[in-house]
């Protein structure tokens, strides 16, 4: 399994082109959604803090571990939301932690508001080729162990009412150049892509013990960001960039406590094939989860990724655990919990 793992490290994270996507991912998009669009900082309406711990394709020596941390808040009696994620992403010898303060200025429109959201931030990115255990560190693309720091800028819109919710970010505008920045004069290269988010979703609600909670969250790398280099006075394009992915969520808020769902994880070109002829693109995993709201404010609940992928006999699965509070500045106290 071990053997396993690392050629698939050597494939997707040296330096040649990519088929993946480069952020980390999360099941339970819907509690840590800072991370994706800034402008969702504030719309809680009083502050939030979320915790989240993922372990994909448990069972495999060196997949992926992830933790992400966030925390927003309204201004009191402005229209300004501020949001600090924090996220740390480990894959085999590579680690990368991203840091990101949000602002989001929400203006009301119809019967909701409309978030535009504006984020700064650093990524570290650094990698310890030596876990690799190779036999060889004279290949240019292994010789140093990289320890990078890159500044970044993200975008977002959202918006929301009591029963509805649409938005779209892009988390980092700068495509990096890694190849340029570790000083590496070989053809071989390796890029941070810009990854796209749209989410959409809605509360309906059944009765008053019960609220139906369908949700989408559509991922893109490198939709827009052809990548050209030269050799021997030619000058070469390449389209880079992973499938087009797609999760979709169903869930049931139970007596404004608990809360269980599932959702389903592939690409589109899983579907259509049309843009994925060598068929590179699958299913990826169905999932199950659950969240438990105490009176208190405070949110716990776990998640669990059947994998439809070849992983599925190497990997156990993957699975989140996530914890939240939730405040509220008028009542002190907790209220309704917010769907999303």
Do not use: C
């Not at 999360?26 to 800034?38: A, C, E, I, Q, R």
């Not at 693109?281 to 989860?289: E, G, K, L, Q, R």
């Amino acid at each position: 399994m071990r053997k396993i793992f690392l050629l698939l490290v050597l494939v997707t994270m040296s330096y040649q082109v990519s088929l993946a996507q480069q952020d980390a991912m999360f099941t339970k998009y819907m509690f840590n959604s800072l991370v994706y669009n800034p402008a969702y900082a504030g719309s809680k309406e009083h502050m939030a803090i979320g915790l989240l711990h993922r372990t994909q394709w448990w069972g495999i020596e060196g997949a992926p571990q992830t933790q992400s941390a966030t925390i927003h808040t309204p201004l009191p009696g402005k229209r300004v939301g501020m949001g600090l994620s924090l996220v740390n992403d480990m894959i085999g010898p590579t680690h990368t932690m991203t840091a990101n303060l949000s602002y989001a200025y929400r203006i009301p429109v119809g019967p909701g508001k409309l978030s535009i959201g504006l984020q700064g931030g650093i990524m570290n990115w650094r990698a310890d080729w030596a876990e690799l255990g190779l036999a060889d560190r004279a290949d240019e693309a292994f010789a140093d162990d990289p320890n990078l720091w890159l500044p970044n800028f993200g975008t977002g819109l959202y918006y929301y009412t009591p029963g509805f919710y649409v938005g779209g970010g892009v988390p980092h505008l700068i495509d990096w150049d890694l190849r340029e920045k570790l000083g590496i004069t070989t053809q071989k290269y390796a890029r941070l892509y810009r990854h796209y988010y749209a989410t959409v979703g809605g509360a309906i609600r059944l009765n008053d013990a019960m609220v139906f909670k369908p949700s989408a969250l559509l991922k893109g790398v490198g939709l827009f960001t052809p990548y050209e280099y030269g050799t021997n006075g030619s000058t070469q394009t390449y389209r880079v960039g992973a499938p087009l992915e797609f999760d979709v969520d169903l869930s049931m808020f139970f007596h404004k406590t608990l809360w269980i769902g599932a959702s389903f994880r592939s690409s589109v070109e899983a579907f259509t094939n049309q843009n994925d002829p060598d068929g590179r693109s699958s299913f990826d995993s169905a999932d199950i989860w659950a969240a438990w709201y105490l009176r208190n404010g405070l949110r716990i609940g776990g998640a669990f990724d059947y994998t439809l992928t070849k992983l599925q006999e190497p990997a156990q699965g993957s699975f989140e655990v996530f914890l939240g509070y939730e405040f509220n500045y008028e009542a002190k106290k907790i209220v309704t919990p917010r769907y999303f």
